[in-house]
């Protein structure tokens, strides 16, 4: 007898008497690195050839590699769920580990009836593992006193399990803006250990050049707090913080600097001075913000605005803050964004202001006014992010239960829904200002210095998506 890899929803076994020398069995996985993981945090073998890409870099391999018995592992799924299958003990286990395994790699076990030990109702199992060049990777035998009864279970539910591992979504986003020429940021009063800290390390990874501005001894002060050197970075003295905020955005006006970083200075501080009519960097575009959302169950980055700087929104500056968001999606690459529209259900409802300026934005999008993206709405959150939940409403568009960009209704709503994200789904959080003259990056001043830098890093690809177009 043979085994198939089709998904078991019930198991059932071979028994004893059935098994005869020869029957064998395969079974085949794809090995990822949230496996490589997994079997870490269950082992306790957190061996850094396993988990460390820059300590696998200079291994003979020189990548990170699964562990040995994460192969052993398959092969105790292979013979505890279908050959023999349920009731199925283990005796012992002799195995050879022949080649390394790689993420990405897949693994085929095949195991054979060897021998049966009849007085014992045990068998002798050959164990085979190779990959898909069919290189071998383990072989060994295995005993196993086998089932004599026969037994047909459902399949156990098992629990769902995320792995979020926010330094590696971390590195990936830096990732995708490497290659990308540094480009020169004006910190505005950086004054504090998190916020300095924050523009050191977006300069260390290659992101900006800041330039520091505030009350150098404060600067200066803050450096001696995380034991960071300032070279690198050019210090522009100020008096206080509202100086510091008028200094930046003057570097911003005449094009010394490609973006503004807010430092531990209030948000109203900077931005008043950014929308400033007479020396601000205001265009003829509604000034928005965009929060960019890593979120680990959710199978692709999530864009959300306006959570920051349009209180209540009105349809002419939703239409803004829309085409903003639109923007930043393609300068990361989204070629063409589904927008959803959010609210509080999907269905158009004259007493909810925004059900009504969904449908009109829809409507503007359809005629031109609106372009780069194809938007749906009103959508209620559930819809938006849930295929099931778009399903089961009877929801049929593009956009539901796929949405790149959730714009929120207000800024209530948006900021309550990315730090909800943050804070009890793990979500990697950056956030920019857009629709001025350069971007901006503004984070809260409770947030850690990854934040800061990861802001840094969309920061560096909608500059040099602007330059790119610039000069098409």
Request: glycine letters at 6%; one cysteine or more; proline letters at 5%.
């Amino acid at each position: 007898m043979d085994s198939t890899n089709t998904p078991l929803e019930t198991l059932e076994n071979i028994t004893y008497d059935e098994i005869k020398v020869g029957d064998s069995a395969t079974l085949s996985r794809t090995v990822r690195r949230e496996d490589i993981q997994l079997f870490a945090i269950v082992s306790g073998d957190v061996n850094p050839s396993h988990l460390d890409d820059q300590y696998a870099k200079d291994s003979p391999s020189g990548e990170v590699t699964a562990h040995g018995m994460l192969s052993g592992a398959i092969i105790s799924a292979l013979l505890g769920n279908k050959f023999p299958g349920p009731g199925t003990v283990y005796v012992g286990q002799n195995l050879r580990f022949k080649s390394l395994v790689h993420i990405g790699d897949t693994l085929t076990v095949k195991l054979s009836c060897a021998e049966k030990i009849a007085d014992k109702k045990q068998l002798i199992i050959a164990c085979k593992v190779t990959n898909q060049d069919d290189e071998l990777v383990v072989e060994g035998e295995a005993t196993v006193a086998a089932p004599t009864q026969k037994i047909r279970r459902s399949r156990a539910a098992l629990p769902e399990v995320t792995i979020t591992d926010q330094q590696r979504r971390y590195d990936e986003l830096l990732a995708q803006s490497a290659g990308l020429p540094a480009i020169k940021v004006a910190v505005a009063h950086p004054c504090d250990a998190e916020s300095l800290k924050g523009a050191l390390q977006a300069m260390h990874e290659g992101l900006i050049v800041p330039w520091l501005i505030g009350p150098e001894a404060k600067i200066r002060k803050a450096a001696e707090q995380i034991d960071q050197s300032l070279d690198g970075c050019t210090i522009i003295n100020t008096e206080h913080s509202l100086e510091s905020a008028e200094r930046a955005v003057a570097l911003a006006r005449s094009g010394e600097v490609d973006a503004l970083m807010k430092g531990s200075l209030h948000t109203d501080e900077l931005m008043s001075q950014v929308v400033n009519k007479l020396t601000g960097i205001r265009t003829a575009r509604r000034i928005s913000h965009v929060f960019f959302a890593d979120v680990p169950r959710y199978p692709r980055p999530l864009l959300i605005t306006d959570a920051a700087i349009n209180i209540q929104p009105e349809l002419a500056d939703m239409v803004d803050i829309v085409q903003n968001v639109i923007d930043v999606a393609h300068a990361i690459g989204i070629a063409k964004p589904r927008v959803a529209l959010l609210s509080a259900v999907e269905t158009i409802n004259p007493k909810i202001p925004s059900t009504l300026i969904a449908a009109a934005l829809c409507k503007m999008a359809d005629r031109g006014q609106i372009k780069g993206g194809v938007l749906d709405g009103p959508l209620a959150f559930d819809n938006a992010v849930s295929p099931f939940a778009a399903r089961t409403k009877g929801i049929v568009s593009e956009v539901a239960g796929n949405a790149d960009i959730l714009v929120v209704p207000d800024l209530e709503s948006g900021n309550m829904l990315a730090k909800q994200l943050e804070y009890l789904a793990g979500a990697l959080l950056a956030g920019v200002v857009v629709g001025a003259r350069v971007p901006i990056v503004l984070t809260s001043r409770a947030d850690k210095a990854e934040a800061r830098a990861a802001s840094c890093a969309i920061v560096k690809r909608l500059v040099a998506h602007r330059l790119a177009a610039a000069t098409l």
